[in-house]
Every structure is written in C-alpha cells, then in structure tokens.
C-alpha cells in the first residue's frame, strides 16, 4: 500500500527539482586577466548572485631571482554580500558556481575572504558573485620582507637545532607555549569522556574534525576582535596555562638522555625546514636551498680539515718578511709588554720577593723596578745611544734620524710627572732583554740580572 505512494513521491520530487534546474537561467560570465598592480572598479550588479565575474592571473616562468616574490589579490567590499569560487582556469570556477548553486549543494565554510595569495608562477582564477559595488586589485611585491625573514628564521632554527635541544631556557619557552597552545585539546579529551561510549561517541569521532576545524576557523578570523572584547578572560587564560605548564616542565625537567635530544633536535629540523620550504612559492628554487644547508650541515668536518691542508700546500701563502722599522717597532711593543708582565708577576704572591732579592746583586735597583722606576739608567742609556751614532756615522743623515725615530723607546715617568733622565734629549734605548713572553724562571733570572 505504501510502495506505489512513496514511489509516486520519488517520481515528483525528482519532476520538480529537474523543472528547478531547468528555470534556473543561465548565468552572466565575465573573464578579466590582471597584470600586477592593476584596480578595477565593479558597480552594482542587480542580478546578483546570477552574475559571475572572474579575475585570472596568468603566472609567469619562475627563476632564482623571483624566489621571494609574491602577488596578492584585494577585494574591497562594504559588506559580507558576496561568494568567492577559485579554480585554475575560467571553466574550472564556473563549474564550481555551478555546483554550489545546485539543489544538492552544501558548504558549511564559506570562502569568502578579502585577501587571498596567489602562487606568482602559477595560473589561477578567482570569480566573485555579488549584487554591491567593489573594488579588486592585484597587489605585486618583487621580494617580499616578511617572506625571506620566514626563510632566514627556518635556516636559523634548523642550523641551532642542536645547541636548542640541550638549552634550559629553550626547554621551558617551548613548554609554556605547547601548554598554551594544546589546553584545548586537554579540554576536548575530558568532555570526551561524559559522552557513552558507543553511539554518541561515533558520532563526535565523524563530526569532531569538522567542528575541531570550523572553530579554529572562526577563531582565526575573529582573533583581534576576541583579543579586544574578551582581553581580560584572554590574559588569565595565558597567565593560568603559562603557570601550570611551567611547573609541569619544571617538575619532569630537561631532557637528559641523548636519544631524547636527538628526539628534539630532528623536531627542530623539521620545523625550520618546514617554515623555509612555505616561505616561497618557488618550490624548486626553495627545496635546492634547503637541501644545501642540510648538505653544509653535516657534511664531514674531517673532509673541510683535509682540503684546507690540502689547498695550503698546494697554494702556500706568501711570507712577507719585516722591514727594519717594522722589526724594532716590533721589539719596541714586545720589551714594553714583557716589562709590564714581568712587574706585574714580582708584585704577585705567586713571586717571592725575598727569595729573589737575596740574590741579586742590586736588590733596591729591583725594588723600583717593582714600583714603577725604569729598568735602565741614564748611563746605560747614553751608552747605547753613543754606540749607535758611532755606528751611523757613515750612513746618510736623513736614515740617521729615521733609524733613531724608530728605535726610540718609551721612557715611562716618575711619580711626580717628570722623566727620570737629566737629560731630556730623545735618546734610542737599550736593546731588549727578550721579546718573548717571560716565564716565571726566566722572570727570575732577568730580575736576578737587575
């Protein structure tokens, strides 16, 4: 009795919704292909959603140099009035049209957003169907700031990856964060548990992603006027969750074990990789990067050693000897530094004074030493200065005086301010004990000199 009716009702639900798509009218498709920074200004369109513009970019060959580039498309729209299709060619988003304005049709998230990111090397097509008046442009960027500090931030992350994984502070930082960040999933874990079992449980597995995904949704679109109406609530949230993951982590503490921190460092690598991979859409150019720094990484210490070595010996660099002003400048600076040292190491309690006094034929000649007098007398001085004009005698007068400027030697001062020398000509000093860094025997045995 009921079969002939409910096949009658078949027959008429399928008779009305064939009359349905048979007086839907045809819709009016427009095709326009933008070039980069180009705006073009829509009116209003009474036949609404009937009418379909489509805005195409063409995309372009891609290269090294167009590694960071990016094209962007803007809709600027006064209300929410409109519905969004994307495809890779003008049929492809009309026969999405299509489908959505079909009786079967259902979308639970609607695409409608204001700025969308095209691939700058592909072809791709976007129709809009709305009844208000709007604006679209396509907004081009050759290298893209924010793009390449993505990039930069990958490489970093996944050339630190090691010293990360056994850092404290990093420990921590991460822990707060996923604390954060996975509460909610705590949260949804516990609910889970009030459901039965069988029958209802199936139904929250089915649907939980999609709903899981729909509030993550909103939740990104909404965030700055959820940051602006419920800041309070927010700030709590982060201050409560921060806390409770930092005490959980302070309470299992830092991964010893090295498997553990192998664990996190290849973590690490794959997140750095990850966010340098989605930094371009250039995909090939980006993955030879990649794989680059992952060569460079761990490619073999050993092997960097041995063509060094390899390339010195094959190409010695050039020794470049002193000139004679370079040399006793040399052995100027030297002779100051070891006499600095040398007082430094008689005034220490590593030195014993009265040990090296007891042999010494002029014990107060090393006491001033020690306290700042100079190490040579005005009559050595006047020694070495009469030898070595006798010497010079025969040589031009102008490398006289260039010999005896560069041979000069720093007379240090007295504790009143004056030169210890009567004499306050220029003189050349004496030659130098050492010019090598004293050692507490030969600082013993120079003071023993003294």
């Given at each position: 009795?009921f079969?002939p009716?409910?096949r009658?009702?078949?027959?008429?639900?399928?008779?009305?919704?064939a009359?349905?798509?048979?007086?839907?009218?045809?819709?009016?498709?427009?095709?326009?292909?933008l070039?980069?920074?180009?705006?073009?200004?829509?009116?209003a369109?009474?036949?609404?959603p009937?009418?379909?513009?489509?805005?195409?970019y063409?995309?372009?060959p891609p290269?090294?140099l167009s590694?960071?580039?990016?094209v962007?498309?803007?809709l600027d729209?006064?209300?929410?009035d409109?519905?969004?299709?994307?495809g890779r060619?003008?049929?492809?988003?009309?026969?999405h049209y299509n489908?959505?304005r079909s009786?079967?049709?259902f979308?639970l998230?609607?695409?409608?957003r204001?700025r969308?990111?095209?691939?700058?090397f592909k072809?791709?097509?976007?129709?809009v169907?709305s009844?208000?008046?709007y604006n679209?442009?396509?907004?081009h960027?050759?290298?893209?700031v924010?793009?390449?500090?993505?990039?930069g931030?990958g490489?970093?992350v996944?050339?630190s990856s090691?010293?990360?994984a056994k850092?404290?502070i990093f420990?921590?930082?991460?822990?707060?964060?996923?604390?954060?960040?996975?509460?909610l999933?705590?949260?949804?874990?516990l609910t889970?548990?009030?459901?039965?079992?069988?029958p209802?449980?199936?139904?929250?597995?089915?649907?939980?992603?999609?709903?899981?995904v729909?509030i993550?949704k909103?939740?990104?679109?909404?965030?700055c006027l959820?940051?602006?109406?419920?800041?309070?609530?927010v700030?709590?949230?982060?201050i409560?969750?921060?806390?409770i993951?930092?005490?959980?982590?302070?309470r299992?503490?830092?991964?010893?074990?090295s498997?553990?921190q192998n664990?996190?460092?290849w973590?690490?690598?794959?997140?750095g990789?990850?966010?340098?991979y989605?930094?371009s859409?250039n995909?090939s150019?980006?993955?030879?990067?990649?794989?680059?720094?992952?060569?460079?990484?761990y490619f073999?210490?050993?092997?960097?050693?041995?063509?060094?070595?390899l390339?010195?010996r094959?190409?010695p660099?050039?020794?470049?000897?002193?000139?004679?002003?370079?040399?006793y400048?040399?052995t100027v600076?030297?002779?100051?530094k070891s006499l600095?040292e040398?007082?430094?190491?008689v005034?220490s309690?590593?030195?014993?004074?009265?040990?090296?006094?007891?042999n010494l034929r002029?014990?107060?000649?090393?006491?001033?030493?020690?306290?700042g007098?100079?190490?040579?007398?005005?009559?050595?001085?006047e020694?070495y200065?009469?030898?070595?004009?006798?010497s010079?005698?025969?040589a031009?007068?102008?490398?006289?005086?260039d010999?005896?400027q560069?041979?000069m030697?720093?007379r240090?001062?007295s504790n009143?301010?004056?030169n210890v020398?009567?004499?306050?000509?220029r003189?050349?000093p004496?030659?130098?004990p050492?010019?090598?860094?004293?050692?507490?025997?030969?600082t013993?045995?120079?003071?023993?000199g003294?």
């Open positions: 009795m079969q009716r409910l009658c009702g078949f027959i008429s639900l399928f008779t009305l919704m009359i349905c798509a048979a007086a839907t009218p045809h819709p009016m498709t427009d095709v326009v292909f070039a980069p920074r180009t705006s073009i200004d829509i009116t369109n009474w036949n609404g009937n009418t379909l513009r489509t805005y195409c063409p995309g372009k290269s090294l590694l960071f580039e990016t962007e498309f803007l729209i006064g209300n929410d409109y519905t969004e299709y994307r060619t003008p049929k492809e988003v009309l026969d489908e959505q009786l079967f049709s979308t998230f609607s695409q409608k204001q969308i990111h095209l691939s700058p072809p791709e097509c976007i129709g169907s009844r208000q008046p679209v442009r396509l907004r960027a050759q290298f893209d924010l793009r390449f500090l993505q990039f931030l490489v970093l996944f050339c090691r010293t990360l850092n404290s420990y921590y930082l991460a822990g707060i964060v996923l604390g954060i960040c996975g509460s999933l705590l949260i949804i874990s889970s548990k009030l459901f039965p079992r069988r209802m449980m199936y139904g929250v597995l089915i649907g939980g992603w999609t709903i899981g729909y993550l909103q939740l990104a679109d909404n965030m959820i940051l602006l109406t419920y800041r309070d609530y700030v709590w949230y982060l409560i969750t921060s806390l993951s930092f005490l959980v982590c302070y299992i503490g830092p991964p010893k074990n498997r553990s664990i996190i460092m973590l690490l690598q794959a997140v990789g990850g966010l340098a989605f930094s859409w995909s150019g980006v993955i030879f990067l990649i794989v680059s720094a992952f060569a460079a990484y073999p210490q050993s092997l960097v050693v041995y063509g060094k070595s390339y010195r094959r190409f660099p050039k020794r470049r000897l002193l000139t004679q002003e370079e040399y400048q040399q600076n030297e002779t100051q600095a040398l007082r430094e190491f005034n309690p590593n030195c014993n004074q009265w040990n090296i006094m007891s002029n014990p107060i000649r090393f006491a001033s030493f020690a306290n007098e100079p190490h040579l007398f005005d009559e050595e001085i020694d200065s009469r030898t070595i004009e006798e010079m005698e025969a031009v007068q102008n490398e006289a005086e010999y005896l560069c041979s030697h720093y240090p001062l009143n301010g004056f020398s009567q004499d306050h000509r003189r050349p004496m030659p130098p050492f010019t090598g860094l004293p050692t507490r025997h030969a013993c045995e120079h003071s023993a003294l």
